[in-house]
């Protein structure tokens, strides 16, 4: 995790918030290939969940949300964890993640000092909204993103005729008072999730939770992520949620050991029913297809974090490589080693970075004109400075999976070289087909490592 965290720093995925000051605890800043790859992340899941169904529409609730919002979520009642602090070394525990015998002995795991009593601690951030901090001005930042689904289900029947089964999908931040806060961007007190809210009869809740769980599985095999470093966790009974029937994780092989990337929820009527006790609202469906038929439907949900999802495709696109048997190309001398993250070339901030030779002659000028020319359709680089072996393990760095180079045979034959991250392969490519041979191999991608 060390070596991500720093190359994540070096080329400018990721920041710590606040650094100058010390670092904000709990909170990160997404620099330039950062912001592009979390985009591409999520971009790919709004397009699996919405473009690719066809009952799914979206919605971007706000994140302020009435106070009551979350009185009847259970929220304000059940979204705590337990803490314990230590009273010699002050280090505070999450009292559920340390062995049982520190507990029972009421001993730090740390220093082995004394252990306060176990107390809940609720997770939601809490604020004033207007000058009077009174309760009656108390406002929450959402823990998650759920909830502005189910209260806004209704305006979505009704402003795209939905039918049930339909769903409602959701990309945005979310905050906790997490109590550890550790392992880089892992978990963190300002997050974002992308969540996917699937209403269904209830009575066929169980059938469609299984679907998803299916779907949910095979998203990930299509990003291409090591399908032998993902599990399902089902949750026990002490694990389940207030609300939910059944929950599977999907966990994936972190660097520090499985941890959840994913939540698949049977959530049941609970939310619906919740909102319709505290608003005095009727939240049932009525089925025109079905003689109006009325019930409160069941739910679905589908929970990802996306900023999770970075850090998983960070740690499932690291590798490093040596290199020495391909020295004989430009590509550097005996105990030459690369750092390389496979990315996938749909999540890759940059698609390809282009490359002239050397600065003069013309071959600046024919590079710069063919960045041009990809630049609408396609993200790219422009490097001229270095020896260009070094350049391409710059690109590696980055996860760029295509570099075109320019050199003296482009002048004469309008041919560029088309240098494959993966394998470091290297052929020649009339200019003139570029772009259409940069979308043939990105549709074709198969990671080979
Ligand atoms: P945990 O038990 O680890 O605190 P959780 O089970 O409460 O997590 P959910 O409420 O199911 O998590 O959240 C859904 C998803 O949101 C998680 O699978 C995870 O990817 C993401 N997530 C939750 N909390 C955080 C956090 N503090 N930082 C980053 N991502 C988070």
Same mark, same amino acid.
């Given at each position: 995790m060390e070596k991500i965290t720093s190359l994540a720093k070096r080329r400018g995925f990721v920041f710590q918030s606040s650094e100058i000051y010390g670092g904000q605890n709990g909170a990160w800043d997404y620099g330039p290939l950062g912001i592009e790859l979390k985009n591409r992340i999520a971009g790919a899941w709004w397009k699996e969940m919405t473009r690719l169904h066809d009952n799914i529409a979206g919605l971007d609730a706000a994140?302020? *949300?009435?106070?009551r919002v979350w009185e009847a979520s259970g929220h304000v009642e059940n979204f705590t964890d337990p803490l314990v602090d230590c009273k010699k070394c002050k280090l505070r525990f999450r009292a559920d993640m340390i062995p049982e015998e520190n507990l029972a002995a009421k001993k730090c795991p740390d220093c082995g000092g004394e252990l306060t009593d176990t107390r809940k601690f609720n997770l939601m951030f809490k604020s004033h909204i207007g000058p009077a901090e009174d309760t009656a001005s108390v406002i929450y930042l959402r823990p998650e993103t759920a909830q502005g689904i189910y209260v806004n289900y209704k305006n979505i029947i009704q402003s795209n005729r939905m039918k049930i089964p339909f769903g409602i999908a959701q990309i945005g931040k979310a905050f906790r008072n997490e109590i550890v806060t550790k392992n880089f961007i892992f978990r963190t007190c300002e997050f974002e999730q992308m969540e996917m809210q699937y209403f269904v009869k209830p009575g066929a809740d169980e059938e469609w939770f299984n679907e998803w769980r299916k779907q949910r599985w095979a998203y990930y095999e299509k990003l291409g992520v090591? *399908?032998?470093?993902l599990r399902w966790h089902q949750h026990g009974k002490d694990e389940?949620?207030?609300?939910?029937?059944d929950a599977y994780d999907i966990e994936y092989l972190f660097p520090m050991g499985w941890r959840e990337l994913e939540g698949v929820h049977n959530r049941t009527d609970y939310d619906l029913r919740r909102h319709a006790q505290f608003s005095g609202k009727d939240m049932q469906y009525i089925d025109q297809d079905a003689g109006n038929e009325r019930y409160i439907p069941y739910i679905i949900e589908t929970s990802a974090g996306l900023t999770r999802n970075v850090l998983m495709i960070l740690c499932d696109a690291y590798d490093e490589e040596q290199v020495a048997e391909k =020295?004989? =190309? =430009?590509?550097?001398?005996?105990d030459d080693w690369r750092t390389v993250l496979r990315f996938h070339p749909d999540l890759a901030p940059v698609t390809a970075a282009i490359l002239p030779l050397m600065k003069k002659d013309g071959l600046a000028e024919m590079a710069q004109d063919i960045r041009n020319e990809l630049q609408d359709d396609y993200s790219t680089d422009y490097d001229q400075s270095g020896a260009i072996g070094r350049r391409y393990r710059r690109q590696d760095e980055a996860g760029t999976p295509f570099c075109i180079t320019v050199d003296y045979q482009s002048k004469d034959d309008n041919t560029v070289t088309l240098r494959f991250r993966d394998s470091m392969e290297q052929v020649r490519v009339p200019r003139s087909e570029l772009a259409a041979r940069l979308k043939q191999e990105i549709k074709g991608y198969k990671r080979i490592k």
């Open positions: 994140i302020l *949300m009435h106070p090591k *399908m032998d470093h389940l949620a207030h609300y939910a029937k =020295s004989a =190309s =430009s590509e550097g001398g005996a």
